[in-house]
């Protein structure tokens, strides 16, 4: 039996027969279509399980540099740092609180492969670290990330796995959708974005999925780079350091950007993300550095 199976046989079904939970748990990580597989360590050596992920980069997902742009990247990195983090602290379960990423590629052929190991667990906190490198162009390296992990209660969330973990690659989605379409974010461009709260972006415990906001750090920081130098074409990510500060309740997310400078051919620009329903707090801060193609 599968993980996917053994969860969806403990959770209550919605009105259209679908696991309610399930698609909370795994609608963002199934739109990149992420194959996820736990690494035991060696029978014998005590240690925490690492992870291994292969995420495809469909063309719908592709961005300005012709690879999965660095929302998404973050966004699936995230998702299998979770959760082989979440298993190295089992009964409790994790929330993410920081995630830096640098991008050393970004045109990808794919698929891209993930490979990570918890760093350090302590009595609050998780670190982790991933690699990834672009399978389809001979293994070059793509990216770094390290993210850190706050330990929390699950209260009655699911957690009951079959051990080692296995997502297999889910199929090709027939809607296609881009990541801005997929997530919400509203159409424009200048300093400001922002991002519907759809419920199909809540996560189980009801709060905007973390990789939502990761998404809209990447597109808004993009649109403003964009806008402070008119007529040198598409941004790109290439670095971004996010802090989540708060859960999102209410919505709309709304990126507010200030742009901090320009130098060598990037544009550093800091992008503070407020709770516009939630007196307008501010629940994460992220510092992105975009490049132009």
């Known amino acids: 039996m599968t993980t996917d199976e053994s969860s969806r046989a403990s959770v209550h079904l919605g009105s259209d027969g679908e696991d309610v939970e399930l698609i909370r748990r795994r609608h963002v990580s199934d739109y990149f279509r992420i194959e996820r597989r736990e690494i035991p360590p060696p029978e014998g050596v005590d240690g925490y399980s690492g992870f291994s992920g292969r995420i495809p980069v469909d063309d719908h997902q592709r961005g300005a540099g012709d690879g ?73 390296p793509v990216a770094a990330l390290t993210m ?96 989540y500060l708060r859960p999102t309740k209410v919505g709309p997310l709304e990126a507010r950007c200030r742009v901090l400078g320009h130098r060598a051919g990037r544009t550093q620009v800091r992008v503070a993300l407020h709770d516009v329903g939630a007196d307008d707090r501010m629940v994460a801060l992220a510092s992105v550095g975009t490049v132009f193609v």
């Open 68 to 140: 999965l742009r660095a929302g998404g990247l973050v966004t699936a990195v995230d998702s299998l740092g979770g959760f082989m983090s979440g298993l190295a602290v089992l009964p409790q379960w994790i929330v993410t609180t920081s995630c830096m990423a640098t991008i050393s590629r970004l045109d990808h052929v794919g698929p891209l492969s993930a490979q990570g190991n918890v760093l350090r667990r302590g009595r609050s906190t998780v670190v982790a670290g991933f690699e990834v490198t672009d399978e389809g162009a001979s293994g070059v």
């Open 148 to 243: 850190t992990f706050a330990i929390l209660d699950p209260g009655d969330m699911n957690l009951d796995f079959v051990r080692p973990v296995v997502f297999d690659m889910p199929p090709l989605q027939e809607h296609g959708l881009a990541p801005e379409e997929f997530f919400a974010i509203e159409p424009g461009e200048g300093p400001v974005t922002r991002l519907r709260l759809d419920d199909r972006l809540r996560n189980p415990w009801g709060i905007l999925h973390g990789g939502a906001v990761a998404m809209l750090a990447d597109v808004a920081a993009c649109r403003a780079a964009q806008s402070s130098r008119p007529g040198l074409g598409q941004a790109a990510a290439t670095d971004v350091v996010l802090h």
